[in-house]
Each structure stands twice: as C-alpha cells, then as structure tokens.
C-alpha cells in the first residue's frame, strides 16, 4: 500500500473506514455524496439500486474518512441478490465503524430486525443515523430513537437529513473521533477507489432507472465497452452497451423512435462530462441477456464477481 503525502510519525492523523448499512431506500447513497461533495453513489427512487461497494474519500486536515455504501439489505430472489447481501454482510467484518441508517419515517419492521440480527455478531462499534428528519416532526423523533435503542446497544445515535445537509457536520465529527490513528491511504484529491468505467456505467445506469421508472425493474445492467480519450478532438469517447433480460424492455428502453435512448444518452452525458471534465462522445446500445441476474457468467461478465469478496 502506497501512503500519500503523509507522515506516518504523525501520531494526530486518523484514518479507518467506515461502512454504510441499511434497508434499500433509506438514502445511504445520497449521504455518500453530500460527504464526498459530488456524484460517486448513483440514487435513485427504486430499491437495491447501489449494487457493488461504492468506496468514497474524504479527506480532511486531521483525518482521512473511507466510506463504504453498500447495497440495501434484503431478502435475495436471485443470484445478483444472493450476491448484493454477501457484498453488504461481507464489509462489517472489514471496518473500523458501521452507519445503520434507518428512514426516520419509517418504523421498525422485519427488515429493520434481521439487520440488527446480523449486528450482534459485530464487534465494531455501530452508530444509528436516523435519515430524512426534515420529513417528520420533531416530536416523532423521541419515538423512533426509544424504538431502537430498546433493540441494540449503538455507540451513537445522530439524526440527520442527508438531502438537506442536517447534522451532517456532527457526525462526521463523531465518526472522525472514532477513528484509529492511521497514514493517509488515498492521495488528497481522490474521491472513490472505483475507476472511470465503473462510474460512467452508473451514471448510463441511473439515467434508464430514472426514465423507465417501475417500466424497467432491475433488470438492467450497464457495460462499457469502449472508453477512449481523443486528445486530437479534445474529448472522451464511451460506447456502452445495456442489458435488458426481456425483448419488451429493450422496446422500452429504445423507446418511440429511439427518443428514449436518446434521452437516457443525453442526460448521461452531461453527468459524465462533469466527472471527466471533457466533452464526451456517447454512443449506447441495447442487448436482450435473459435472465441474467441468474447466471453466474452473466454477473462476473457484468462486473458482480463473488471472488473478489
């Protein structure tokens, strides 16, 4: 491990990573990028739509913070599931501090109940984050931290609204606390450990969950088959290609004309261009893979590979 620009003598540095926990939809991946200051973690309103770990950076004067996002944890119906849980459960074990992030308007129900089930085999310290406190009235609050810590024993209990921004500073203070002495792993101005491809295929990916809404469930997947800088034209050129398990969907995704995919591609490419800082060329395509969300070749080929966790 190359340590950067750090003096590994300097007993007042802190480091460790941190990982990010929770039921689909409870905004983990909104807070990832609210902390990190830029889009790394795709959002959408659809569950289970963070499907690897999405590592993200932050580094301060005192401290570097490496947050992990991982998937929302739920009960798996096919084998990218059984994969997304195995990616989750896998990263407690790897951490120095858990986020349970919960949905302030939510209550405890099952899904709450089998996380907290797999925290007591942890013996890292856990944070509760209460998320989405600007949805609800202060009153409620009292009622939804008493229904947690009657549960489990967390180190903290920090609410906060990602979106907005609330507490945010507090707990990253907190966390920051927590934190062993450590070097710098990360050179200062890297935000995530995932390379270009990976997030321009997120991107391509939130763009068609954004548009198809309940058309297009998670059954789609995005690869980069081409990525190419053309310093000659002063711009990045991307060929991407998504799969779709049913032809239906890649009627759906084409769309009228192929004004859908042209909409995806065109939304795309402006969120690419801000993450490469050059013009982009994009050029999409539309694949039928049937049921590939249950074939072993189809999730390693698509970049879910189990061997590397």
């Known amino acids: 491990m190359n340590f950067h620009n750090q003096d590994l003598n300097n007993k007042s540095y802190k480091s460790g990573f941190i990982s990010i926990i929770g ?7 909104t807070f990832l990028n609210k902390v990190i200051g830029q889009k790394i973690a795709i959002m959408s309103d659809k569950p289970q739509t963070t ?7 932050l580094t301060l004067d005192d401290a ?5 996002d991982t998937p929302g944890i739920h009960k798996p119906k096919h084998r990218l599931g059984d ?9 407690l074990k790897e951490v120095d501090l858990v986020l349970f992030m919960v949905n302030a308007q939510e209550g405890f129900g099952r899904g709450e109940e089998y996380i907290i089930e797999k925290l007591l085999n942890v013996k890292t310290p856990v944070f509760l984050v209460i998320n989405k406190i600007d949805l609800i009235h202060p009153d409620q609050l009292m009622k939804v931290i008493g229904s947690y810590q009657d ?45 270009e491809r990976f997030i321009v295929s997120e991107l391509i990916r939130e763009k068609a969950l954004h548009l198809t809404r309940e058309e297009i469930p998670h059954s789609l997947a995005v690869v980069i088959e081409k990525m190419e800088r053309q310093p000659e034209k002063q711009m990045v050129h991307v060929m991407a290609t998504i799969i779709v398990e049913r032809d239906s969907q890649k009627g759906i995704i084409i769309g009228k004309q192929g004004g859908m995919l042209k909409e995806i591609g065109k939304r795309a490419r402006h969120d690419i261009e801000s993450l490469l800082g050059s013009k982009v060329f994009l050029e ?8 590939w969300r249950n074939k ?9 590979r189990d061997d590397e966790y």
């Open 296 to 304: 072993a070749t189809h999730l390693r080929d698509f970049g879910f």
């Open 284 to 291: 999409l395509w539309v694949k039928v893979q049937k049921d």
């Open 23 to 29: 039921r689909p939809n409870v905004g983990k991946s």
């Open 64 to 68: 570097q913070l490496i947050f992990i």
């Open 151 to 195: 549960k489990f024993d967390f180190a903290e209990v920090v609410p906060i609204s990602a979106l907005e921004g609330n507490n945010i500073d507090r707990l990253l203070q907190q966390i920051k606390e927590r934190m062993p002495q450590g070097p710098q792993f990360y050179p200062a101005d890297q935000v995530t450990d995932h390379p």
């Open 83 to 91: 994969f997304m849980m195995k990616v989750a459960q896998n990263t």
């Open 51 to 57: 499907r690897n770990k999405v590592q993200g950076v």
